[in-house]
């Protein structure tokens, strides 16, 4: 082993040294999650809501439905389910559980991938550096890597949607070059199916780069055939889910105390834009907008540098600018920070683009570059790497869960959840956040869960907590009744017993204890 890796063989393989520290740092925001400890199963970072929303798509599908898991009755929509598809087919094919494929399995494998296929496609190591360590200049104001609103390189497995993303919009880039347009024209297809953002980019950055090279259009047209037909009724409602809002992050990225905060900056551009001071405004505006960029890119905005000679500079171009104007003007109907995601891959493409410029520099001038560009990762990482996550799923309740995925098929219906900022950590996830937890671990759909992704996917969701709530404290049992058969409930899981549990009982209700212990009871009722 100690002759293999003898320093000429280093320096001749640093992209490979390079793809596994970044595939072993990108993993390590995933890998912890879902695994059970003294405490329970725990989740660090977001994992606790995003990622056991995605486990609860993935078990839906898993079962053949396409039926959304957190609000029964109803099929999914407003969504894209090329990821959860995959992790679906992967889990029916090999039978690994889908908390291991999401969070152990799969995280590694696209790490490793976005960074090989980076290298394959430029053969510079900077490019690979950017792709995994790009970071924000947060840490010179002593904040995060959010504080300019986007999220950084480290993060990006927590949306693994995105990570696939990337892979698929390399491998577009490589087709392409390599003149395979049939090809490329299915991966455009399906890009959007997997991640909307990238896909509405790809297809801007091809549609551009056809004027140059007239046989993209092969590919442009092969992936209309097959987006077109599967997501018309998707572009039906599209104006719906955009919000015109121009200028939107920049206000709230100097407003509010979790971004960079500059209040009296934030004061005077509301002041500007009430008053109309065609001087002042457009002034402050533009600041703000330089703020963003430079302060998201950090030391990938030499990537801008680039542009002029790059042999992709039109794709390249089209889809960073692309990517930069859609969130300055407009918001996500629901969740209105969602339309960042665009801005994700103008930074990725910088981050390429900035390694072109680098290499080009001397040895001292890239060593200060990168220095200046790692801190972010230092300072993220740590908030992965406690022992005590925020959020666990105790093993009083992975019990109850198991035993109800043992159960015949059924709706399941869950007191509401009730955050709690101040329960110590790690919180159970119903004082976490509202998440689909149940779904996710029972293998039965739920009558209302994850009321944020509910929001995100446009269900009148609001109606349906009434009536929950309703139910819970009602004191009539024909009433009460009356509502598990005519919503077809089957199971009533009930977590953190001494506060959460309807005011009537089971037998008031005609349900019969399935199984109790101490944090956890699970009562169940024959569908007629």
């Keep these: 082993m100690s002759v293999i890796f003898t320093m000429p063989w280093i320096l001749r393989n640093k992209h490979w040294l390079l793809i596994t520290i970044g595939t072993i740092i990108w993993s390590a925001t995933m ?17 606790g809501h995003d990622g056991v929303w995605h486990l609860a798509i993935i078990e839906g599908l898993s079962r053949g439905t396409f039926e959304m898991p957190i609000f029964v009755g109803e099929k999914i ?25 999401y969070f152990q399995i799969l995280p590694p494998i696209m790490a490793f991938l976005t960074g090989y296929l980076v290298f394959k496609l430029t053969t510079n190591n900077w490019s690979v550096f950017f792709t995994y360590f790009g970071g924000s200049l947060g840490w010179v104001l002593g904040k995060g890597e959010s504080t300019f609103w986007s999220q950084q390189a480290i993060s990006t497995l927590l949306n693994p949607p995105y990570a696939l993303s990337l892979i698929l919009l390399l491998l577009l880039l490589l087709l392409l070059r390599s003149h395979r347009y049939i090809l490329a024209g299915i991966i455009l297809g399906l890009l959007p199916e997997v991640k909307i953002y990238a896909g509405l980019l790809a297809f801007s950055g091809i549609f551009f780069s056809a004027f ?32 015109w809002q121009p200028g939107w992050y920049l206000e709230t990225m100097m407003g509010l105390s979790d971004r960079l905060d500059w209040s009296r900056f934030y004061q005077a551009m509301l002041a500007y834009k009430s008053t109309l001071n065609l001087i002042k405004l ?3 505006y533009i600041v703000a907008l330089l703020i963003f960029l430079v302060g998201n890119l950090g030391t990938r905005t030499i990537g801008l540098l680039s542009f002029r000679n790059h042999p992709d500079k039109i794709f390249y171009i089209s889809a960073s600018l692309l990517g930069l104007v859609i969130p300055m003007f407009f918001l996500q109907s629901g969740t209105p920070w969602n339309t960042l995601q665009f801005f994700y891959y103008t930074q990725f493409f910088l981050g390429i683009m900035a390694g072109t410029v680098v290499s080009k520099t001397t040895v001292p001038a890239s060593l200060f570059i990168a220095l200046l560009t790692i801190p972010t990762v230092f300072q993220t990482s740590p908030h992965y790497l406690p022992s005590q996550p925020p959020a ?7 019990t109850a869960l198991n035993f109800l995925s043992t159960q015949p098929p059924g709706a399941v219906l869950t007191y509401p959840a009730q955050p709690d900022t101040y329960a110590p950590a790690p919180r159970p996830l119903y004082k976490y956040e509202s998440t689909a937890y149940v779904a996710a671990f029972s293998q039965h759909p739920t009558f209302l ?29 024909a009433s009460a009744r009356q509502f598990l058969a005519a919503n077809k409930i089957s199971y009533i899981y009930l977590a953190d017993l001494d506060r959460n549990r309807p005011f009537l009982n089971e037998s008031q209700l005609g349900m019969t204890k399935l199984f109790e212990n101490s944090q ?9």
């Design 282 to 284: 457009p002034v402050a």
């Design 449 to 477: 869960e994850d009321t944020v992704n509910l929001d995100i996917t446009r269900f009148p969701w609001r109606d349906r907590l009434q009536t929950v709530n309703d139910f819970f404290t009602s004191s009539d049992p």
């Design 520 to 528: 956890t009871a699970i009562w169940g009722r024959m569908i007629e």
């Design 31 to 47: 890998i912890k999650s879902g695994l059970v400890y003294d405490f329970g199963m725990g989740f660090w970072g977001p994992n």
């Design 392 to 398: 666990k799923i105790s093993q009083e309740e992975l």
């Design 77 to 101: 929509q407003n969504y894209h389910l090329g990821f959860d598809l995959l992790v679906a087919s992967l889990h029916v094919l090999t039978r690994i559980p889908t908390v291991n494929l």
């Design 212 to 243: 140059k090279n007239k046989k993209f259009f092969i590919s442009l047209i092969i992936g209309l055939l097959i987006y077109l037909p599967i997501n018309y009724q998707l572009l039906a409602n599209s104006s719906k889910l955009l919000v």
